[in-house]
């Protein structure tokens, strides 16, 4: 999977601390919420203080698909936006992360877009 990323695309989501995840409900309802997250190079991880309790974790539990869009504002004046947006599924797992020890929504990336990376 490591192929999947550039290396510009790497170091920009390894300096990056916090994303928009897209989860939808098994009847189709939208769901965004901006959320903290690891990248361990293959896949990315978001937790969270009351994760279970999220509509993001009950979402995952009935649709697995998912995105994920990681960005921010190079520079204001000119306007310069960079972002990398990713497709994926998502899983629940256990580890130690950035909320310690607790259950995160792991997501493995099927595609990706990026811009303004260069």
């Known amino acids: 999977m490591a192929e999947l990323f550039s290396e510009k695309e790497v170091e920009y989501l390894k300096s990056q601390r916090i994303a928009r995840i897209g989860t939808a409900s098994k009847d189709g309802v939208p769901d965004v919420a901006p959320v903290g997250f690891d990248f361990d190079g293959k896949h990315f991880y978001v937790g969270g203080l009351h994760l279970t309790k999220t509509h993001k974790y009950k979402n995952v539990v009935e649709n697995a ?45 099927q595609r990706k877009t990026s811009w303004g990376l260069d």
């Open 65 to 109: 698909q998912v995105s994920l869009v990681i960005d921010d504002l190079k520079i204001i004046d000119p306007w310069r936006p960079r972002f990398v947006k990713i497709f994926g599924t998502a899983d629940l797992v256990t580890r130690t992360g950035y909320v310690g020890q607790a259950q995160y929504i792991r997501i493995t990336p």
